[in-house]
């Protein structure tokens, strides 16, 4: 079967310290990846979205980044944290051949003090 | 004007109601998604639909391609349908994304 992990599920980093979320897919193969973030009381913001192996396109120019080493696994990154990134992370994907529904991990709510 | 379109924002309903939630969207779509966000944070996807009518357990989904619209519906409501709903659709302009509708508050009372 198919399935998502993402972690970890909170987090809490000071301002200008670095982050990394991780996500990786069981199941399939080739999937395409999303990273979202939803701040409080909001909808959901793309932030990344990659189709292949190092193929990353950002939606919301800003100081986090995102790489895919393999097929299967998503990181979001930030070499410095601002307080405006506070907020609830989430790493989805969807069949490469756009068959099926869209699966979300559970989430990351990170907290930049 | 959002390409995609949810009403209402909020609902509140008694347990038992019939609930609707309506999505338009103004795009081409090669499918449209029905997803449900619990307080906790965690999305569930509930149906993809490209054209007719889904149903699981209480829940159904409509399709309407002429018309652009979506609906979901709740029947025999319960407490634990509490959540937002949300509509997302995949426009045949874009393979990769999804574009959102903003969400629908549900508060079903007991």
């Known amino acids: 079967s198919q399935t998502i992990h993402q972690w970890p599920a909170t987090l809490v980093q000071p301002v200008g310290s670095p982050l990394s979320l991780e996500c990786t897919v069981e199941?399939?193969?080739?999937?395409?990846l999303y990273w979202y973030r939803q701040a409080a009381g909001r909808g959901l913001q793309l932030l990344f979205y990659s189709v292949g192996i190092g193929q990353i396109s950002s939606e919301v120019p800003q100081n986090l980044s995102a790489s895919r080493p393999q097929d299967r696994q998503f990181i979001l990154s930030s070499k410095k944290l601002l307080l405006s990134d506070s907020g609830f992370y989430l790493c989805?994907?969807?069949?490469?051949?756009?068959?099926?529904?869209?699966?979300f991990g559970n989430g990351t709510r990170l907290t930049v003090t | 004007k959002n390409e995609v379109e949810q009403s209402p924002q909020n609902l509140t309903a008694q347990e038992g109601e019939f609930i609707t939630i309506n999505c338009s969207y103004s795009v081409g779509i090669s499918a449209l998604h029905w997803l449900q966000q619990h307080p906790g944070g965690g999305i569930v996807s509930l149906f993809m639909l490209s054209s007719g009518k889904k149903k699981h357990g209480r829940l159904i989904a409509t399709i309407n391609i002429q018309e652009k619209h979506s609906s979901l519906h709740i029947t025999a409501s319960h407490p634990r349908d509490s959540a937002v709903y949300i509509c997302?659709?995949?426009?045949?302009?874009?393979?990769?994304?999804?574009?959102w509708g903003a969400g629908t508050k549900l508060i079903i009372k007991p």
């Open positions: 997302a659709v995949r426009s045949v302009d874009s393979n990769y994304q999804l574009i």
């Open positions: 989805a994907w969807l069949d490469g051949l756009q068959r099926g529904p869209l699966h």
């Open positions: 199941g399939t193969s080739n999937p395409n």
